[in-house]
Structure formats: C-alpha cells, structure tokens
C-alpha cells in the first residue's frame, strides 16, 4: 500500500509538470504545484492540485512557498524552455536560449534545497538530463556510471555545466536526479515537428549520432516512483532504444507526414547550427536504462520511440 505524501512540484504547468501532477493525485498523494502565472492556477486546479504562484530565482518566494507546503518531498521540475520564457528556439546560442533554465538549474536549485533545508525535508527529487550527452569515447550506450559531456569550449558548456550543478548539490543533498532522456508527447515536440515539416531540420553528415527518448508519461511515472521509494542518487530516465539520428529523425518525418529530411555537410551544419547540433548528430552518446528498470522497477507504456512517434503524431 502506498502512503499518501504531501508533494511539491515546482514546474507544474511545463510539459512534464502537466503529466506528472495528475499521476500523483491518482495514486492518491496531496500535491501543490507551482507557477509563473496567476493565470494558471486555474489550470493546476483541474489537475489536481494546490497550485501557488512562485519565482523560482527569488529565495524567498521559494522559501514561503515551501514552507506554506510543508511537503514530505520536493520535485524540481523547473525550467523556462517555452517561447513564452525562452523566447524561438535557438539551437546554434543554446547559452541565450536556455538563460533562464540555466538559472533555475542553478540559482533555483540552490533555494529549493535551502528551503527543504529549513523545515526538515530529506526528499528532493530532481529534473536531470541524458539523451545525446554521454561522454564522447567507448560505446554508444553509457550508463549512470560513465561521465557526462559537458561539451567545454562551445555554447552549450553553460547549460551542461548548470545540470552538473544540479547533480553535484541534490547528490549532496541526499536526494535523486533522474536524467531524463529527450522528451515527446503532448507539446513536448511541436517545435521540432513543425521543422520538420517545413524541410528545416536536416541530417548531419552520416547522422551517426546516438540520442535516446522518452516519452513524458513514462518520465512522469519514473519520477511517481522515485518519490514514493525515496530513492537516492542518479538514474537514466529513457525508453528501450537509444538510436542513431540516421533512423529516428527520418522516423520522425515520416510519421509527421513530412518529406523525408535534407542531408547537409558538418561545416555547414557548424556554421548554421552551432556545435552543439553538430556533436548531437554526429557524436552524441546514447543512455541504457536498465538501473531505473531493476532499482525502481519502472515499466514502460511507450518502450520505443518508434512506436511512441507513430501513436503521437498520427
């Protein structure tokens, strides 16, 4: 039998925030959830939940909100990805894209954990992330042992330097990242669909470059049960198939309805896109998830991208 927690999600009107809250109020927890915008509470309240304005870089509206809760566990989903926040994605300045979220991943988790701190919460869960980032030698598969890239020298050193931050202080903390795999479902790949679409998204050379997925309703059930077990350290959060850009983004075109993606050469590619869409194509480094799997005993609903992309876009 599982025993009910009060649970605080902040992030619980992003992508993952809308899915998660939901499946903690139907396994019967008490959740309050955070938002930007007034305007969302409403939205939180069909949901399920408590729902309380909060600025995640401000430490005491952090602070008030958290002891307003008095949550037995804390879930740190923040971040500020969307045009709203984040402005059209910009994948060649992944540094001015991500500002915020870089912040949040910094700044945020750092008064997340000090309001935990001053009213005895021990459980913080948070936003962590592995889809093409695995360090660049050996296989194309890592695992939660193996380092992360952290890409030095380039524009996405920031960002990735921000969720080694988070994984330093909440591993210091006694608490769990779950490095989630790239996100799909709904509104999760809108963008990317509609570059698709529009012939703007391209393969990369051989598009040898491994990435791995998950699809948000199996990330928010992992994270459901990292929080009822009160696990502690790093687990990869992806689906079954780590692959190459070479088979899920023509996969992706496909099932989107869209002609089959343009090839173009890594210069020009570097030079349009930037580093980081370079080393994602070409280099990056899939996740195995056979430890959240065994320590969780986590099950998939969509165990391959391709059957997710196919389910999603029809």
Not at 155 to 177: F, I, Q, S, Y
Request: charged letters at 20%.
């Amino acid at each position: 039998m599982v025993r009910v927690m009060r649970v605080f999600v902040a992030g619980g009107t992003g992508v993952l925030g809308r899915r998660l809250v939901p499946q903690l109020v139907t396994r019967g927890h008490q959740v309050t959830a955070t938002t930007t915008s007034a305007a969302k509470l409403d939205q939180l309240a069909r949901l399920g939940a408590d729902g309380v304005v909060m600025d995640g870089l401000d430490a005491a509206s952090v602070g008030e909100a958290v002891a307003d809760a008095r949550p037995d566990a804390i879930v740190h989903q923040m971040t500020a990805i969307s045009t709203t926040h984040a402005g059209k994605p910009d994948i060649k300045h992944p540094d001015r894209w991500f500002a915020i979220t870089n912040r949040l991943r910094t700044e945020g988790t750092d008064h997340l954990l000090a309001a935990a701190e001053a009213i005895g919460v021990s459980q913080v869960v948070a936003q962590g992330y592995a889809s093409w980032n695995g360090i660049r030698e050996g296989g194309w598969v890592k695992t939660e042992q193996d380092p992360l890239d952290l890409l030095e020298g380039t524009a996405a050193h920031v960002g990735l330097k921000a969720l080694r931050h988070v994984e330093n202080v909440v591993l210091e903390a006694g608490g769990a990242v779950l490095r989630y795999g790239a996100f799909y479902g709904p509104g999760a790949v809108d963008d990317q669909v509609e570059l698709v679409r529009k012939r703007q998204y391209p393969l990369v050379g051989r598009g040898s470059g491994y990435s791995s997925w998950v699809h948000l309703d199996d990330a928010a059930s992992a994270t459901v049960l990292a929080v009822e077990q009160k696990v502690r350290g790093v687990f990869n959060i992806v689906d079954d198939e780590p692959a190459p850009a070479s088979e899920w983004l023509p996969h992706l075109a496909a099932c989107a309805g869209a002609k089959r993606p343009r090839r173009i050469p890594v210069w020009l590619a570097r030079m349009l896109a930037g580093d980081q869409a370079v080393v994602m194509m070409t280099e990056g480094r899939g996740f195995a998830n056979a430890k959240a799997k065994r320590e969780l005993g986590w099950q998939l609903r969509h165990p391959s991208w391709r059957q997710g992309f196919q389910e999603e876009l029809a």
